[in-house]
């Protein structure tokens, strides 16, 4: 079965704190992807980063980054330095290549960044 | 940059209506998704459709028909809208699925149904 679990329902922090959101997937399978997505308050879920499951060099784009772990089957996004703007939804969603057209997205995690 | 876009923002609509939802993507894509988002429950998929004239049901497509005429078209259809319809619906737009290619979400239709 294929599965992402996102354990995280809701995070609160203040700005300029670092946040690491969990993601944890189940598949069989080893070729796969992961993904992240952030979602606003507008609506759109806007593409963050794609990442295969043959390359676990950890990946950084300004404040964002991203800690892939086969082994305990984890892909974990952590903010640096939080800002206001950053507040969204984040979807965590998997793909493997065994046939299946579906892309399983976990339940997401609402991140709300205080002022 | 890849473009997805749902031609509603925001619909209201009564009880037993037939509603279009419709979706344009300019990227050439071959895979064209349906999702449907509801609080606690994430992302379902719909209906997925791999080229023109081609559709696949998702996990939830009871109530839920589409179309796909012309490849850069894709229009979900409610053909008598209920209550329980009332959602958010996100279409979206992908390379060939076999790569793990990217899927492009559109901003989204907030349905009501009343």
């Known amino acids: 079965a294929q599965k992402v679990t996102q354990a995280q329902t809701e995070i609160s922090v203040v700005e300029k704190e670092d946040v690491t959101l969990d993601c944890v997937y189940e598949?069989?399978?080893?070729?796969?992807?992961l993904f992240w997505y952030k979602q606003p308050p507008s609506g759109e879920l806007v593409f963050l980063i794609r990442?295969?499951?043959?390359?676990?060099q950890n990946e950084i784009s300004g404040r964002y980054s991203w800690n892939f772990q086969k082994s305990t089957s984890s892909f974990n996004f952590t903010i640096t330095a939080s800002q206001v703007v950053d507040s969204a939804v984040y979807f965590c969603?998997?793909?493997?290549?065994?046939?299946?057209?579906?892309?399983?997205f976990g339940t997401g995690t609402r991140l709300k960044v205080l002022a | 940059d890849v473009k997805v876009t749902q031609s509603s923002r925001y619909l209201v609509k009564r009880t037993g209506e037939k509603v279009f939802l419709e979706c344009v993507q300019d990227m050439d894509h071959e895979n064209m998704f349906w999702y449907r988002q509801d609080p606690g429950l994430g992302l379902r998929l719909i209906y997925f459709s791999y080229d023109v004239k081609m559709k696949e049901k998702g996990d939830i497509p009871e109530g839920y028909s589409v179309s796909r005429e012309k490849k850069e078209r894709f229009s979900l259809i409610l053909e008598s809208a209920s209550t329980n319809q009332t959602s958010m619906y996100l279409c979206?737009?992908?390379?060939?699925?076999?790569?793990?290619?990217?899927?492009?979400f559109g901003e989204g239709s907030w349905l009501t149904v009343v």
């Open positions: 979206a737009s992908s390379l060939p699925v076999d790569s793990g290619n990217t899927i492009y």
């Open positions: 969603a998997l793909k493997t290549t065994s046939g299946t057209y579906k892309y399983i």
């Open positions: 598949t069989r399978d080893t070729t796969y992807y």
């Open positions: 990442r295969n499951s043959f390359d676990e």
